[in-house]
């Protein structure tokens, strides 16, 4: 069945385009929307960014010689808070594809209940090709390009693809020095920050537990338990190496990866701890000793319980999706799926945990990070562990409840619970003026 296009899109001025992710992902939030009966306003606007920032600048590169970077900023919603969402950097960054994460971020702090909007940002631009002083450089640049557009009550940048809290850490130290922002307050205008430098206890591995925390409590319902279940990952970073090294503890079998190197298969087990520190050594899965090398159709034909994405948007798409051998899909990654590939996996009755819910545990330790920040506090790791805990397993209920009363997959009801808060929120403050 092709997919409608949003009547709300068309009014806005879109051109029909179903293999552009931004008009992919607004449509499924505005199909949840009609759903709930959002009133049309606010469909016209949760359907487009309030601010869309481009900036260039140049930066001094080592042998001398002067490069032009193009980097953004999306601010799609600030009626619950400051702006919040990572920074990417990565050759394939678009407007486009900036602008889908800013509004799942929208949708993301909206479902998890945290008082914050959503935005995305992100530099085109591959941080392996540079030295650490070019990507330093490029860093201050941008931060300053960025200027007022950015605070510590107005906007707060995180890590994403291809940034690490090192980068966070040199966004923080430019802004407090561009600002005169010199008091610790300052420093909360980025999360994900080096642990001795205002970041929090569990922000590094905190998307990954997340998705531990939502899957401990879904899966049961699905006949499945943690401790007895197989998995394959995609893409092993951040997200995808954390929650393979706490799923080991849970004593889940971790049996095939895949990332941009290559994809590695071992039915009897492999080691998350070992492969992370082997990915750490060599950048990648490719040629790990204790297991096999496989093609691409042998890793989604793997056989196992639960798969989980955790590398880029639209991996998974139709064909991809017919190959596919889990029972349960829990998204790490943002949009990995295509809409047609979603299609496929309902119908050959695959569970499919969303992204906005699985992956939240990262914006919410973010979130936590910056309570610690503004407050001068420092929580323990049991406590910030405890606290994600709470947040993960009341949004996955949430979830769960809508999915049941409005009787339609845990994506769209995702989408429906984060719309229900933002329309009630919208229902008190009214449009101003
Ligand atoms: P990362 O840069 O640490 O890791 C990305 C991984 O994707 C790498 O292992 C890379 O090898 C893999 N990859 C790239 N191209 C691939 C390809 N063609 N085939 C297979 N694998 C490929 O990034 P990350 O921070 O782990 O983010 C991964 C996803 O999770 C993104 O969608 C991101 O937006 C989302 N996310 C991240 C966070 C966070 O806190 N880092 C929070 C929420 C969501």
């Known amino acids: 069945m092709a997919h409608k296009h949003s009547s709300v899109l068309s009014e806005l001025g879109f051109r029909y385009d179903p293999s552009n992710l931004y008009q992919q992902v607004a449509t499924q939030v505005l199909d949840a929307a009609e759903l ?4 049309r306003y606010l469909q016209l606007i949760l359907a487009q960014p309030k601010n869309e920032l481009m900036v260039h600048f140049p930066v001094r590169m080592d042998d001398g010689s002067f490069r032009l970077f193009k980097g953004y900023r999306v601010q799609h919603n600030n009626l619950l808070g400051p702006y919040k969402g990572g920074i990417r950097y990565h050759p394939d960054v678009s407007l486009d594809d900036i602008k889908t994460l800013a509004l799942l971020m929208t949708m993301k702090c909206a479902l998890v209940r945290l008082p914050l909007g959503g935005a995305k940002g992100g530099v085109q631009m591959d941080p392996r090709s540079v030295s650490e002083g070019e990507l330093m450089r490029m860093t201050r640049r941008f931060t300053s390009a960025l200027g007022d557009n950015i605070g510590p009550d107005y906007d707060i940048p995180a ?21 005169g922002r010199q008091q610790s307050y300052g420093c909360a205008v980025v999360t994900g920050k080096p642990l001795p430098f205002g970041g929090s206890e569990g922000r590094e591995k905190a998307t990954g537990q997340g998705l531990v925390y939502v899957a401990e409590v879904l899966l049961p319902a699905m006949g499945l338990e943690l401790n007895k279940i197989t998995y394959s990952v995609i893409g092993f970073g951040n997200v995808g190496s954390w929650t393979a090294r706490l799923l080991k503890n849970r004593g ?9 190197t290559g994809v590695i298969l071992n039915a009897k087990g492999i080691d998350a ?24 159709s042998e890793f989604y034909q793997h056989p196992v319980d639960m798969m989980v994405p955790a590398a880029l948007e639209q991996m998974i798409d139709k064909a991809k999706a017919e190959l596919i051998n889990c029972k349960v899909l829990a998204e790490g990654a943002n949009a990995p799926c295509t809409p047609a590939a979603d299609r496929i996996l309902e ?31 420092r929580w323990s790791a049991e406590r910030v562990d405890q606290e994600l805990r709470l947040h993960m397993h009341a949004a996955a209920d949430r979830v769960t409840r809508l999915a049941k009363r409005v009787k339609c ?4 009801a995702a989408y429906c619970s984060a719309q229900q808060h933002i329309g009630e929120v919208y229902q008190i403050r009214g449009i101003f003026p």
Not at 36 to 39: G, M, Q, T
Not at 252 to 260: F, K, P, Q, Y
Not at 348 to 357: D, K
């Open 36 to 39: 709930l009966d959002l009133p």
């Open 159 to 179: 890590p994403d693809v291809g940034t690490n809290a090192q980068i966070m850490g040199w966004i923080a130290d430019t802004y407090m020095n561009i600002t």
């Open 252 to 260: 889940s079998t971790l049996t095939a990866v895949i990332d941009h």
């Open 273 to 296: 701890e070992k492969l992370a520190a082997y990915v750490q050594r060599t950048g990648g899965v490719k040629g790990y000793p204790e297991a096999d090398e496989a093609s691409e």
């Open 347 to 377: 119908d050959r009755g695959i569970a499919v945990l969303p992204a906005i819910l699985c992956n939240s545990g990262g914006v919410t330790v973010s979130y936590f990070e910056w309570m610690q920040n503004r407050q001068a506090e």
């Open 409 to 412: 997959d845990m994506r769209t």
